[in-house]
């Protein structure tokens, strides 16, 4: 009698972090960004700084109220969707003219 396989077992390991790799990309292009600035007047370095914080803060509120479990984005997902189209069937059900005035 042939001895039973076990079960696999579900992936459960750790996803790799990225950020070593992007720390190096954003250690180059930071010294790459301080030769090209060199000389540059003020105002252009405190909009390109000020710029570059603001993008920060955006892809933290997207880390921060996205859902990163694969099940819970797609859940996430599969309800923007849903909700999409109930806005576009809701508005389609609408005139597009507005009634006459009085």
């Not at 292009?29 to 003020?42: D, K, R």
């Not at 599969?78 to 389609?92: G, I």
């Amino acid at each position: 009698m042939p001895a039973q396989q076990p079960a696999p077992q579900a992936n459960t390991a750790a996803r790799p972090t990225r950020t070593p790799a992007l720390a190096g990309a954003g250690l180059s292009s930071v010294g790459v960004l301080t030769i090209a600035l060199t000389g540059a007047p003020w105002p252009m370095v405190l909009t390109l700084a000020l710029t570059g914080l603001l993008v920060v803060l955006i892809q933290s509120a997207f880390q921060a109220f996205l859902p990163q479990d694969s099940q819970h984005r797609l859940a996430w997902w599969r309800h923007y969707w849903n909700h999409r189209a109930t806005r576009r069937r809701n508005r389609s059900s609408t005139p597009d003219t507005p009634p006459p005035a009085p």
